[in-house]
């Protein structure tokens, strides 16, 4: 599953950090960071609605993301109405409410397909090839890893950096969604002045 990878606490909205170390807590087998101790308490009160809500802003969060617009289990069309449902902080559609029963019966099996399908889909407009958000410069020698973290690629120069990232996700999230950017501006301008 993935670590909680939002920068901002799962109760209020405000900024991780700005209240000291954010605490953090596994519910329902998911990772959940919180700006301060009132808000985990908080959160608690009611789980059914506070896991509805931050379902919600991550579903919403890692939609543009989604890397295909087909069933994970069949490779057919997702319908008029696919079920948007978050599983260990990630985003998944189903087709049905069968699908989705059976994603959640083997959620390890289904992210391993989603990240292959994240890494297939983001490799070509990637804005850093050459370097890993943790280390700087990507060697000719480094083992290259593309690991995935909320439905967005991120590649490092070793296994090292995984753990880094996995630590950290919002930080470098952060910086690989920048060159993102900057990569897809550099392509329009290309486009437009050949
Ligand atoms: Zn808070
Ligand atoms: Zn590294």
Redesign the pocket.
Known sequence: MDRYYLGVCAWCGGRLGIWGEAPEQIIQGRQLRYCREECQRDFGRDIVESTRRIDAIMIADQAPYYPVEVSLLTGRSLGSQPIDFVWGNRLFRAASTEEQSEILADPARFIRILDRHVVAAQTPTYGMPRK?P??GDILPS?AVIDIVVANRMIR???G??VLAVKARPYQYLGMVEYANRQAGQQHQSDIRSP
């Open positions: 890993c943790v280390q480094d490092v120069c070793c090292r950096c």
